[in-house]
Nanobody, 123 residues
Framework: QVQLVESGGGLVQAGGSLRLSCAASGRTFSNYAMGWFRQAPGNEREFVAAISSRGGTIRYADSVKGRFTISRDNPKNTMYLQMNSLKPEDTAVYYC????????????????WGQGTKVTVSS
């Protein structure tokens, strides 16, 4: 089992920045690929970014490429999502997830999920 806890969400104006964190506990964090997903009201959960277990491979959704940066600190058992140039359409609950196998962009591939942190971007 891996327990994941997100933090760092909040209310920000368009053009602003936020940094989300995902703290992991339980199993060896460095064995897991990690991902960020988001879900806006009335929408399905969508892929945002993913990072391989050692950080050597990264994937982004086209909608966030160039604005968001995913990273991880394995000794600290933590993953991050730096979000810059935020837009109102980035408003959603953001979830982190862990994958026992390899980096993935589909939610169904992930084995463990956090409870989410809410991000609201005002125009």
């Amino acid at each position: 089992q891996v327990q994941l806890v997100e933090s760092g969400g909040g209310l920000v104006q368009a053009g602003g920045s936020l940094r989300l964190s995902c703290a992991a506990s339980g199993r060896t964090f460095s064995n897991y690929a990690m991902g960020w997903f988001r879900q806006a009201p009335g929408n399905e959960r969508e892929f945002v970014a993913a990072i391989s277990s050692r950080g050597g491979t990264i994937r982004y959704a086209d909608s966030v490429k160039g604005r968001f940066t995913i990273s991880r600190d394995n000794p600290k058992n933590t993953m991050y999502l730096q979000m810059n140039s935020l837009k109102p359409e980035d408003t959603a609950v953001y979830y982190c997830a862990a994958d026992r196998t390899s980096i993935a962009t589909k939610a169904s591939a992930y084995d463990y999920w956090g409870q989410g942190t809410k991000v609201t971007v005002s125009s």
